[in-house]
């Protein structure tokens, strides 16, 4: 049986959406800043698959202009509030 994207892609979209602040929380409870680090880099990960996924949603046609125009600047702020943090953490700190 052949799955529909329309099928697939919110159920994914879901995944990588609740990812973020899960990894994130995780990487919180974690007693090292390298381990903490690792965290938000897959929290950062699944933020660029969750952009990705609002993308090709559009551009299938599944969603419309205005909340694919506004997840996309959410999801890319988060990117780089991500990006940001994990830059400022000095690894040998933790």
Not at 4 to 17: G, H, M, S, T, Y
Request: charged content about 30%.
């Amino acid at each position: 049986m052949v799955r529909d994207w329309r099928d697939d892609c919110p159920a994914q979209l879901r995944r990588a959406a609740v990812s973020v602040p899960s990894n994130i929380v995780e990487g919180c409870a974690r007693r090292s800043t390298a381990e903490y680090v690792n965290f938000l880099n897959i929290a950062t990960g699944s933020v660029f698959e969750a952009r990705y996924l609002v993308d090709v949603s559009f551009r299938l046609g599944y969603l419309p202009e205005k909340p694919h125009g506004d997840l996309m600047r959410r999801y890319t702020h988060l990117a780089k509030s991500l990006i940001r943090l994990i830059e400022s953490l000095d690894v040998s700190e933790r």
